[in-house]
């Protein structure tokens, strides 16, 4: 059998760059004969790429007919395989050749999760775990490659993240990042749960938050309603401040937050000072970002990232270059052409920049960025007379469509706000610009209220109520747990599906809800062996899957201490020790 590896070392020794780059063919390593005597070899050492990448190449240039008598031997090498590089280089060269993938059928498929079963009950086995990793991966771009279909992959994955805390290290690290790249292309087969599942231990939670801010980010850019799309941009933020709290030097998820921060900021009364800090932002963690990619190997799914991340970094400098002149004091002096020229670049930022596969960013422009800079031009009547006369003289701008498209839009607006007859504020009513403007203030009451509020003051008034509004919520931000805050509000939803969920119960129970999760965190902050009878509770299931036995009496009891020093301790009620199992607690309605 070492014929074999002496073939491979005489064929890489006189290969091209390009000729190693696709792997040796059948006749490189002996012929059909030869290959096919050296299974056991393939299966045991570390040469089994060289076999895929020779059988692929066949299938490719001879046709499936002369790849077959290698599919069997394949089949067994993959499933026989306990040398991690060997398999993963096998994997690898296997989605360079997705039609030998698909030839090899159901078969390769039951391997692989085969593979990553044996990963998942690997325990201290790294390389079984590390198998099972490269299982996962290829069939995430077998996949992507629709070679195989999700919902057999949803299933694998779902079996695989059932108990997290139980995963080697080696493979569970692996798991969110594919699980989201997988929800990136098939976002209907509900993939959160499982992401959601993997924010538990320590080694998975950033990739998992990661993942389900990409995941709330696609979700906003759904949306065809300025305010429906900024609340879920700010939960995208929300998700991204509670990762960087645990991560701070996480590049891709500080670029993100700054990029979305110079979207939702570019209607602020403050966007000229704000938006270019943002975007100084976005451009030092691009620059961080490009530095620690430079001159490494991108897997195909993430090639996607980088184009993402790009396409964010390239709208937020647009958004740059057009706030810079609209702020309400500056008068436009002097030659007008360039300001309007970064207005329409910004304005129709849809027909050039990418944002997520499949998904351009015409919804967030259209929404976020295109209403914005016609209200720049609605406030101000000399400037839409800047504009027409741009469209009038002016030889670069007479003919762009986008000019063209914004004059269109405004003169639309503009009719639309007229006053009606005897109406004393349909110009405020018909103008949604002023909801963009002071969306803090606008959401704190309803429509009439919120115009008869904006009749009454003055913009500088209402500017300076948005913004202390603004800076009361960045500082409730830094003191809360986002975490905390998330679990609270998904429990929330949970129990809002509950017929028995009456108004009159609802509230003083989630009183009671919020004190037991501050119990089971200070529990957990405790731990098991230092807090002793009265966190026991905590200790994991024995190796049979059975329960622990635990004093239920001294869980009550503590239980009953701490809601003794929470706002509930005039309501709370327990009963006699002893009786009931221990300290049972009780809030009357």
Not at 179 to 203: D, N
Not at 544 to 567: C, I, P, R
Request: glycine fraction near 8%.
């Amino acid at each position: 059998m070492q014929a074999i590896d002496e073939r491979i070392a005489q064929w890489a020794a006189h290969a091209s760059r390009s000729e190693r780059r696709a792997g040796p063919s059948i006749d490189d390593l002996g012929g059909q004969s030869e290959v096919l005597a050296a299974m056991d070899r393939f299966a045991d050492g570390p040469m089994l790429p060289y076999l895929v990448s020779a059988v692929g190449r066949q299938y490719c240039e001879a046709g499936p007919e002369a790849a077959t008598p290698f599919y069997d031997g394949v089949l067994s090498c993959l499933r026989r395989q306990h040398n991690h590089s060997a398999f993963a280089g096998a994997v690898d060269a296997l989605t360079g050749h997705p039609g030998l993938a698909q030839a090899l059928g159901r078969p390769l498929v039951r391997i692989l999760v085969e593979r990553l079963n044996d990963g998942r009950d690997s325990d201290d086995d790294v390389m079984l775990a590390l198998i099972g990793a490269e299982a996962a991966d290829c069939m995430v771009q077998l996949a992507m490659a629709q070679v195989i279909g999700p919902s057999r992959l949803l299933g694998a994955m779902d079996e695989a993240t059932e108990e997290p805390h139980q995963l080697p290290e080696a493979l569970a690290v692996r798991l969110p990042r594919l699980i989201g790249v997988l929800a990136a292309h098939h976002p209907t087969i509900g993939l959160r749960g499982l992401l959601e599942r993997c924010l538990g231990p320590e080694h998975m939670f950033r990739d998992a938050a990661f993942e389900l801010a990409l995941i709330d980010l696609r979700d906003a850019l759904e949306q065809n309603d300025y305010d429906a799309m900024a609340a879920q941009l700010r939960q995208t933020q929300a998700r991204l401040t509670e990762l960087l709290g645990n991560d701070p030097d996480r590049v891709d998820a500080r670029l993100y937050h700054a990029a979305i921060e110079s979207i939702l900021g570019f209607s602020a009364p403050d966007a000229v000072t704000r938006v270019p800090q943002a975007v100084a932002n976005v451009r030092a963690e691009l620059r961080r970002y490009r530095s620690w990619r430079r001159r490494t190997t991108t897997p195909g799914w993430a090639r996607s990232r980088d184009k993402d991340i790009t396409a964010w970094a390239e709208l937020a400098f647009l958004l740059e270059a057009a706030v810079t002149h609209m702020g309400d004091d500056d008068p436009w002096y002097g030659n007008v052409t360039p300001i309007l020229s970064a207005l329409l670049h910004a304005y129709t930022a849809h027909n050039t920049v990418t944002v997520l596969k499949d998904t351009p960013t015409g919804s967030a422009v259209r929404t976020m960025v295109a209403p914005v800079i016609e209200d720049a031009f609605l406030r101000n009547e000399n400037r839409r007379q800047f504009l027409q006369y741009a469209l009038t003289h002016d030889e670069d701008l007479r003919d762009d469509p986008a000019a063209r498209e914004l004059h269109t839009s405004l003169s639309v607006r503009a009719s639309q706000s007229t006053p009606s007859a005897g109406s004393r504020t349909g110009g405020w009513r018909a103008d949604p610009g002023k909801g963009r403007r002071w969306h803090r203030l606008a959401g704190l009451f309803d429509a009439d209220d919120f115009q008869g509020l904006a009749e009454s003051s003055t913009e500088h008034m209402l500017d300076r109520l948005e913004l202390a509004l603004r800076n009361q919520e960045d500082f409730l931000a830094t003191i809360s747990d986002a975490k905390y805050g998330r679990l609270l509000e998904r429990l929330r939803r949970e129990l809002g599906k509950s017929r028995d969920w009456l108004p009159d119960i609802a509230e003083p129970f989630m009183l009671l809800l919020e004190a037991t999760i501050r119990y089971a965190y200070m529990c957990y902050d405790i731990g098991r062996q230092i807090g002793g009878g009265y966190t026991e509770f905590l200790r994991l299931r024995d190796k049979d899957g059975k329960k622990q036995k635990v004093d239920e009496a001294l869980f009550h009891q503590h239980y009953q201490e701490v809601l003794t020093y929470s706002a509930l301790f005039r309501v709370v009620q327990c009963e006699a020790i002893n009786v009931g199992g221990g300290r049972a607690c009780r809030c009357p309605r």
